[in-house]
C-alpha cells in the first residue's frame, strides 16, 4: 500500500463527513427553493401568456411572483421543511442577483445627474426621519417605535429596522409589528407605484429616482421599475443604493443618541457594541458598485452583459416569490390601528419629500 493510498484512506471519514453536512446543508435548502422556483415558472408562464395575447406584459413576471407568492402564503403557510430554502431565496439569492445587476448599470447614468441628486438623497434620508419620528409621536407612538418606522420608510424596510433595533434596545413585539406592516405595504407600493407615472407627468428618469427614493428594498425597487423601462430600474437602483449606504451613519448617529432615551419601552440596555462592516455595507452592494464600475470603464465585454441580466433577472423573480412567501395579508388585521395610520403617514411624508426633491432639483 502506497503512502498516498495510505492518506486517502486516513482522509476518507473527515471528507464523508464534510460532504453529509453539505448534503445536509443543500437537502434542508431545496424544498422551499423548489418552491419559489414552481411559484417562477408560473409568473414567467403567465407572462409569457399576456405577451402570446396582448402582444405586452401588462404585469410582469417579478410582479406576479410577489402576487402568487402573496397568494399561497395566505391560503397555506409553508412548513418547517420550507421554511430555509425561502430565506435563503429571498436574502442569498437575491443578494447574488443585486450584484450580478450591477454588471448592466453604468455609474454615470447618477453622475450625470451630479453631485445634487447625491446630497439631495441624503438631506431626503434624514429629513424622513425626523418628520416621521415627529408624526409617530404626534400619533402617540413610543420613541422607539417611532424610530423603527421612521428608519424603516427613509432607508431601507425591514432591514434597516432590524439594524436599528438592538441599537436602540426597542421591544420585540415593536420589532415584529414595524416589519409585518413594512412587508405588507412594501407589495402595495411596489403594485401600486407604477401607477403614478402618468398623474404625476414623470419621466423614465424622474421615475426611477422616485422608486430608487421611497420603495423599501432593493428588490421591491426591481419590481417597481422594470414593468416602466431599463432607464428607471438602473437609476432606481443607483438611488436605492445610496439610501441603503445611509443605513451606517444613521446606525453609529443612533449608537450615541440611544442612551438618551427613556427607559420605558425598552428591553434593557441598548447595544453598545459596534456593528461589523459588512452589517452596516452589505457586501452585495460593494458587489454591485465593483461590477458597475468594471461595467463603466468597459472591462466587462458586451457580449457577457446580456446573459448576466438574464441570470440576474431569473434570480430576482426567484426572490420576488420567496418575498410574496413571506407577506401574509392577514396580519393587517393584527396590527394596531395607531401603528397602521402611523406607518402610512409616514410613507406619505416619503413620497411628498421625493416629489418635491424631483421637482426641486429639476430632474429630467
Not at 409569457?48 to 406584459?57: K, R, V
Request: charged share 10%; with cysteine.
Amino acid at each position: 500500500m502506497t503512502a498516498r493510498t495510505v492518506d486517502r484512506l486516513a482522509a476518507g471519514p473527515a471528507d464523508r463527513a464534510r460532504g453529509s453536512v453539505w448534503a445536509g446543508a443543500v437537502g434542508s435548502l431545496l424544498p422551499g427553493l423548489v418552491l419559489c422556483c414552481l411559484i417562477t415558472g408560473a409568473a414567467q408562464a403567465l407572462q409569457a401568456g399576456e405577451e402570446s395575447l396582448t402582444g405586452h406584459p401588462y404585469v410582469e413576471a417579478l410582479v406576479l411572483a410577489i402576487l402568487l407568492g402573496t397568494a399561497v402564503r395566505t391560503a397555506w403557510v409553508p412548513g418547517t421543511r420550507f421554511k430555509a430554502g425561502i430565506a435563503f431565496s429571498a436574502k442569498q439569492v437575491l443578494e447574488v442577483a443585486v450584484t450580478l445587476l450591477g454588471a448592466s448599470v453604468s455609474l454615470g447614468a447618477i453622475v450625470a445627474s451630479g453631485p445634487a441628486l447625491l446630497a439631495g438623497i441624503v438631506g431626503a434620508v434624514a429629513l424622513t426621519i425626523l418628520a416621521s419620528c415627529a408624526l409617530c409621536r404626534a400619533l402617540g407612538l413610543p420613541v422607539r417605535m417611532a424610530l423603527l418606522i421612521a428608519c424603516g420608510n427613509a432607508i431601507c424596510g425591514n432591514s434597516a429596522i432590524a439594524a436599528v433595533a438592538p441599537v436602540i434596545g426597542a421591544d420585540s413585539r415593536d420589532v415584529a409589528a414595524a416589519i409585518a406592516f413594512t412587508a405588507v405595504l412594501g407589495v402595495l407600493m411596489v403594485l401600486g407605484l407604477p401607477l403614478f407615472v402618468p398623474l404625476a407627468g414623470f419621466s423614465e428618469h424622474q421615475y426611477g429616482v422616485l422608486a430608487g427614493m421611497t420603495v423599501y428594498a432593493v428588490p421591491q425597487v426591481l419590481a417597481a421599475t422594470v414593468p416602466v423601462s431599463a432607464l428607471a430600474t438602473q437609476v432606481g437602483t443607483l438611488v436605492k443604493l445610496v439610501r441603503v449606504l445611509m443605513l451606517g451613519p444613521v446606525v453609529v448617529a443612533l449608537s450615541l443618541f440611544a442612551p438618551r432615551l427613556p427607559t420605558a419601552g425598552a428591553t434593557g440596555k441598548a447595544a453598545p457594541g459596534r456593528l461589523g462592516f459588512f452589517k452596516l455595507v452589505p457586501w452585495f452592494i460593494l458587489g454591485f458598485l465593483a461590477l458597475a464600475s468594471l461595467r463603466s470603464l468597459g472591462l466587462i465585454p458586451d457580449g457577457a452583459v446580456g446573459p448576466l441580466a438574464r441570470i440576474a433577472g431569473f434570480l430576482t423573480i426567484v426572490s420576488m416569490a420567496a418575498l410574496g412567501l413571506g407577506v401574509d395579508v392577514r396580519v393587517l388585521a393584527q396590527v394596531g390601528g395607531r401603528v397602521t395610520l402611523a406607518v402610512t403617514a409616514s410613507l406619505l411624508v416619503l413620497l411628498a419629500i421625493a416629489v418635491l426633491l424631483i421637482r426641486g432639483l429639476g430632474i429630467g
